[in-house]
Every structure is written in structure tokens, then in C-alpha cells.
Nanobody, 124 residues
Framework: QVQLVESGGGLVQAGGSLRLSCAAS????????MGWFRQAPGKERDFVAV????????YYAESVKGRFTISRDNAKNTLYLQMNSLKPEDTAVYYC?????????????????WGQGTQVTVSS
């Protein structure tokens, strides 16, 4: 199993930007497809963006398409989420997740390992 640690969350005004990072250790990072999910208070954990093992395939939730970019650096064992034009409705705890396999899947149940989460708060 891979260990995941997120960083980069914080408080930002609407229209601002943040970059989340997820450092992975324990297994070969490039063997895993990766994803970002988020959970707001009282709501389920939702898909945000996912990326294949090579980075060649990505999928985004409609609510973040055009504003967020997922990427990975397999040499650094790190996953990123660049978030621009942030909105108050983006406020949530953001989780990094990994699944054994190369395909990027949007179902959170397909993911085997999870980080502890990082809080993102967007003020209006």
C-alpha cells in the first residue's frame, strides 16, 4: 500500500488560487492511478479530478472543469492540483487517493489508499 500526505490547503478569497500537493511513499508511484476528491460538511466525498499512471489521461468534475488542473511528477512521487478562480462552493477537505492500476477512474470506491486530507476554505 502507498502512503499519501497532502499539503497546500488554506484560506483564500474568491477568485484566488491554491496548489495542492500529495507526496506518496511506500510503493512504486508510477504503478498507481491517482485522484483528488473533496468532502464538504454534511456531504459525501465527491470526485474532483483523476489522472492515469502516465498522466496521459485526466478527467474532471463538471464543477471544476476549466478552473482546476491535475498533474503528476512520477520522478518526485508527487501529485498536484492547481486550483484557479476559486469559489466559495469549492470549500471542502480535499483528499488525495491512489488505486493499484493504470486507469483513471472517477468512482471513489476504486481507490485503495487515502491521505488525511487538507482543508480548503474560500471566502466570499
Amino acid at each position: 500500500q502507498v502512503q499519501l500526505v497532502e499539503s497546500g490547503g488554506g484560506l483564500v478569497q474568491a477568485g484566488g488560487s491554491l496548489r495542492l500537493s500529495c507526496a506518496a511513499s511506500g510503493r512504486t508511484f508510477s504503478s498507481y492511478a491517482m485522484g483528488w476528491f473533496r468532502q464538504a460538511p454534511g456531504k459525501e466525498r465527491d470526485f474532483v479530478a483523476v489522472i492515469s499512471w502516465s498522466g496521459g489521461t485526466t478527467y474532471y468534475a463538471e464543477s471544476v472543469k476549466g478552473r482546476f488542473t491535475i498533474s503528476r511528477d512520477n520522478a518526485k512521487n508527487t501529485l498536484y492540483l492547481q486550483m484557479n478562480s476559486l469559489k466559495p462552493e469549492d470549500t471542502a477537505v480535499y483528499y488525495c487517493a491512489a488505486r493499484i492500476g493504470t486507469a483513471a477512474l472517477i468512482d471513489r470506491r476504486a481507490y485503495d489508499s487515502w491521505g488525511q486530507g487538507t482543508q480548503v476554505t474560500v471566502s466570499s
